[in-house]
């Protein structure tokens, strides 16, 4: 097998010279390109374009079926080579290795590892791989491309043709983009309608370069800004292995009447024996600055959590985050405090915290 370093995003050479970049757990990702204020609206009112260059593509091919339904908590026994599905990837224990989306190929799958989860996820594949199952990285010729917004079906009407704006969420397409053969899947992270096309390197840049004429380019700050927003998660500022997948909030990324797959006997304990905390939204302080990663959370002055990750929300006017807080603590509507800038009052939240456009934006 062959190890591609995958440090850096192929189309970074389509970047402009204000771009900045920042390295997430060993891989440098494009964090902003131009103003952040207006990459944010472009994902929320318009198009954005998005690099997913630094996630790593692993072909799975050979006798895979089984294996895969071990490897993943969703079912894809009878996954088609129409269709992709995010799952988690767990370990023995329990622990999220990685948060992925698996696409169906007629030949086997292709597996999209988190922006900056590509080297463990690739090591952990690798280490429980059987005998017949063959993984092969493609991240040395393949590369992503997002387009997100409430507009964005209507770049992918205008390249790949009307039906494939309007094609089912979580289905994929073989096309074409300048006479080259590339994946089409509906699917996104922002809540927006979200497509991603899947291309060779010079293709990806080529393409790139046409759609940003009508869409803006968008780092990752704005992305994980609108993920946060609708609760999608965002694997490197989230999940940690101290906590399970419950106590996470990833729940909804395991398919609850699978019988067996890696990890589940520990994920069942934790169900049965129930989470001493809970990850919940939260927001306030509409002039505050987002307070840091394990900042302590105060109920009537006592110590009841940290936060998780913080950001601020155009949307909401208000800094918007992440808590884990006690159990008995995680609901919608209470008050507390957090420990930063001499004490910052918040509420938490029901999901979204913030509704997309495109859920009242029809396709027309």
């Given at each position: 097998m062959t190890i591609v370093t995958h440090s850096t995003s192929p189309l970074r050479a389509v970047y402009p010279d204000t771009a900045e970049f920042r390295t997430v757990t060993g891989v440098e990702t494009i964090w902003r390109v131009s103003d952040p204020a207006e990459e944010y609206e472009s994902l929320r009112a318009g198009v954005g374009l998005i690099d997913w260059?630094?996630?790593?593509?692993?072909?799975?091919?050979?006798?895979h079926v089984e294996w895969l339904q071990r490897v993943l908590t969703r079912d894809v026994e009878y996954l088609a080579g129409e269709r992709t599905v995010c799952s988690l990837v767990l370990d023995e224990a329990g622990r999220v290795v990685d948060i992925v989306t698996v696409y169906g190929r007629d030949e086997?799958?292709?597996?999209?590892?988190?922006?900056?989860?590509?080297?463990r996820l690739w090591a952990y594949l690798n280490?429980?791989?059987?005998?017949?199952?063959?993984?092969?990285?493609?991240?040395?010729?393949l590369t992503v491309v997002g387009l997100e917004g409430p507009s964005a079906w209507r770049i992918i009407g205008r390249i790949f043709g009307e039906g494939m704006s309007t094609m089912p969420y979580e289905s994929t397409a073989d096309t074409e983009f300048d006479g080259?053969?590339?994946?089409?899947?509906?699917?996104?992270?922002?809540?927006?309608?979200?497509?991603k096309v899947i291309a060779d390197h010079d293709t990806a840049r080529v393409?790139?370069?046409?759609?940003?004429v009508d869409a803006t380019p968008v780092g990752l700050e704005a992305v994980e800004t609108t993920m946060l927003e609708v609760r999608q998660p965002i694997m490197h500022r989230e999940v940690t292995d101290e906590l399970g997948v419950i106590a996470q909030g990833l729940g909804w990324l395991v398919d609850s009447g699978k019988e067996s797959f890696t990890g589940r006997?520990?994920?069942m304990a934790e169900f049965e024996s129930g989470a001493a905390v809970q990850t919940i939204g939260f927001a306030g302080a509409p002039d505050g600055t987002p307070p840091p990663r394990g900042a302590r959370v105060l109920a009537d002055g006592q110590h009841v959590g940290s936060v998780v990750h913080a950001v601020v929300s155009d949307r909401l006017g208000a800094v918007l985050g992440l808590m884990r807080v006690e159990v008995s603590l995680a609901a919608a509507g209470l008050p507390f405090t957090i420990e930063h800038e001499g004490g910052l009052d918040v509420e938490t939240l029901n999901t979204p915290y913030v509704r997309p456009k495109s859920w009242i934006t029809p396709i027309a």
């Open positions: 260059g630094t996630c790593r593509l692993i072909e799975v091919r050979g006798d086997g799958v292709l597996l999209e590892s988190s922006v900056s989860g590509g080297e280490a429980c791989a059987d005998g017949g199952v063959e993984l092969v990285d493609r991240s040395g010729e080259r053969q590339v994946l089409l899947a509906r699917t996104g992270v922002t809540g927006e309608y979200g497509y393409f790139w370069q046409a759609v940003a006997e520990a994920l």
